[in-house]
C-alpha cells in the first residue's frame, strides 16, 4: 500500500436509494463496455500470462467487463480545500474510535497476544492501524476491484502501475484466497481490513489462523497478523516507541528538521529539549527526528524508527501521526499537551454528524449524515458562514458548530 498514495479510504456506501435508482434508471449508472475497453483488456493477457495468471482464470475474472469511469475521475480528482492536519486528526482520533479500538483490544485479546509474540509488534499498534485503515472493519470500499484495476489498466495517467496491481488481483483469485464476489475495495485498490493494495497482500499477508487461506476480507487474525507483519517488515522494533510529544526550549531553531533527520537522543537533550511535562529524556534510545506537523506553534515530537514503519503502510506524515496517537490513546494516554496553533479546533465524528443535522434543519441538501463533510456540506457551511458573518472558507470547526447549536 505504500506504493499508491491516492488511496481513498472514505467510499461513500451504496445506500438503498441510490440501488433503486439505478434499477429504475440503468443507463445513468452502468456503462456499457466499449469495444476500445474490451479490446484493451484483451490485449493485456499476454503480461497477464507472463505474470503468472493463467489463461483460464484470465478469461474467468474479466469476461463481460465494463469500465467504471469513475475511479478515472477520482484519480484525477485534485481536492480544492487541503484540510487542517488538527481537522484530520480531529475525526481519526475521536473518543468513538478510541472506545472501539479498546472494544476491540478486549475482543481479540487472544489473537493479538500471539500476534504481538509472532512479529514484535505490540497489541495497541496493530489495533491503531486497523481502526485508521478501515475503522475495525466496518469500511472497506465498495469498488469491485478487478473493475477498479481493469478500468484504471485501460484509462487515465498511471497505467503500468495499475497493470500489475490487476495481475497481482488476479492471482490472488487464482490461488482462491478470496473470494471473487469479495474482492471489493476502495476505488484505487486497496481491500480489506487492513486496505493491502494486491501486491502488498502477495509479499505481505499472512494465514495466521492456519485454513490455507490469507482472507483478509474475512478473517481477523490473518488481518491482524498481516498488519503486524507489513510492521515488522518495514523494521519496527519492540524495544523502541514510535515517539512521543516533547517540549521546546524557548527560541528553538527548527530549520531543516524533520522526519527524516535522524539524530541521537542525546544531541536533542544537549539541544534543550524535554518531555512534554518538562522532565528529563531517556538517553536510552534511539535516533529520532522533530517533527513539527503544524510549524513551530503546534505540538513537537520527536519520532524514531517505528514512525518510519507505520509512515510506510501510507506515505504522509498526517496519517502516520493518526495511527501513532490512536495507539496511545488506546493504551490510556490523554491528547496531546500543547494545543494545535488555531482558534477554531477540529471537530468529531460525532460532532460532524451534529453539524450536518443542524444544517439539514436549516433546509440545506448535504445529502447522507454521515459525519464525513463532503462537498455539499462544504456549499451549506458556505452560506451559513455568510449568513453569521464568519469567514466563508466552507470547513466545518468548532466556531460554526456553536454558532449553529445557538439557533
Ligand atoms: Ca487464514
Known sequence: SSSEPSRSRNVRSIT???????????SAFAQSASPDFTRCIESLRGDARAARVQDEAFTRFTQGLVPDMSVVEKLDY??????????YLAALVDDERVADGQAQLAQHAEVLAKVAERYGVDPAT???VWGVESNFGRNFGNYPLVQALGT????????????????SALRILQAGHI???????????????????PTTFERLAVDFDGDGKRDLMDNTADAL????NFLKKAGWQSDQPWGFEVKLPEGFNANGEGRRSKRPIGDWIARGLTQVDGAPLSRDLGSAGLMLPAGPQGPAFLVFKNFDAIYSYNAAESYGLAIAHLADRLRGAGPFTTPWPTDDAGLSRAERRELQGL????????GAIDGALGEKSRAAIRIEQARLGQEVSGRGGQKILRALRGG
Not at 225 to 228: C, R
Open 78 to 87: 485534485q481536492p480544492e480545500f487541503r484540510m487542517p492536519i488538527w481537522d
Open 359 to 366: 444544517l439539514v434543519l436549516r433546509g440545506h441538501d448535504i
Open 126 to 128: 496493530v489495533v491503531a
Open 225 to 228: 497478523a498481516s498488519t503486524a
Open 16 to 26: 438503498p436509494a441510490l440501488l433503486l435508482i439505478a434499477a429504475l434508471a440503468p
Open 152 to 167: 484504471l489498466s485501460c484509462h487515465g495517467r498511471r497505467q503500468a502501475f495499475f497493470r500489475g496491481e490487476l495481475y
Open 179 to 197: 473470494a471473487p464476489e469479495r474482492l471489493v475495495g476502495s476505488w484505487a485498490g486497496a481491500f480489506g481490513h487492513t486496505q493491502f493494495m
